[in-house]
């Protein structure tokens, strides 16, 4: 079975500040992840997905995921938050199968204070 | 430009009523979820089939059912619709193959009464 923890629901940082949204993973087989954004009354949009192919990945909009086995995480951050960035976050896992299920967490809501 | 639609963007039923929600993706996607969306849960998975009138049960398929008998088509049933089962339901699909993207609806805000 497969599961993700998003350990914040809530983060704030200030415009200009580095932004950390934490996800831990558990999965019986390597995983594939990725981080998706939704932004106010709008749909879903990839950010990145790691496929094993390297651990540190680079997304959209200046966004980045570091794939840690040993830790079984896989958190999200990016070096300068700006305004635009509010949104939330969601961290997902698919197995390693291609009829596998796509798992959610329950999302981290980002906000940036001017 | 890929594309999934959901026929609804906002229902309202009554309690005890059988619900359809429907969704259509144009990308020939052997792959569809259906998600629901509530505050603080994130995405619940409910139901997903890799396959026409194949189907699997997610993390909360209790009082509700699926149908895909196309490709492109899958339906989520609410077989009698109760006020719990207010929420923000999203269809999504993917193609087959490991960490494949899965493209999302724009959502059905359901809202039972």
């Known amino acids: 079975a497969q599961s993700v923890t998003q350990l914040d629901s809530h983060v704030s940082v200030s415009e200009g500040t580095p932004v950390l949204l934490r996800c831990n993973y558990s999965?019986?087989?390597?995983?594939?992840l990725f981080w998706y954004v939704q932004h106010p009354n709008k749909g879903l949009q990839l950010l990145l997905k790691?496929?094993?192919?390297?651990?540190l990945v680079k997304g959209i909009n200046g966004f980045e995921a570091e794939f840690k086995k040993s830790e079984t995480s896989f958190h999200l951050t990016k070096p300068s938050a700006h305004m635009s960035d509010a949104a939330e976050y969601f961290c997902?896992?698919?197995?390693?199968?291609?009829?596998?299920?796509?798992?959610f967490g329950s999302g981290t809501r980002l906000s940036i204070r001017p | 430009d890929v594309k999934v639609t959901q026929s609804s963007r906002y229902l309202v039923k009554r309690t005890g009523e059988k619900v359809f929600l429907e969704c259509v993706q144009d990308?020939?996607?052997?792959?569809m979820f259906w998600y629901r969306q509530d505050p603080g849960l994130g995405l619940r998975l409910i139901y997903f089939?890799?396959?026409?009138?194949?189907?699997e049960k997610g993390d909360i398929p209790e009082g509700y059912s699926v149908s895909r008998e196309k490709k492109e088509r899958f339906s989520l049933i609410l077989e009698s619709a109760s006020t719990n089962q207010t929420s923000m339901y999203l269809c999504?699909?993917?193609?087959?193959?490991?960490?494949?993207?899965?493209?999302f609806g724009q959502g059905t805000r359901l809202t039972v009464v």
């Open positions: 999504a699909s993917s193609p087959q193959g490991v960490a494949t993207e899965a493209f």
């Open positions: 999965s019986s087989y390597s995983p594939s």
């Open positions: 790691y496929t094993s192919a390297a651990t």
């Open positions: 997902v896992v698919s197995g390693y199968s291609s009829a596998s299920k796509i798992i």
């Open positions: 990308m020939d996607h052997e792959n």
């Open positions: 089939s890799y396959d026409v009138k194949m189907k």
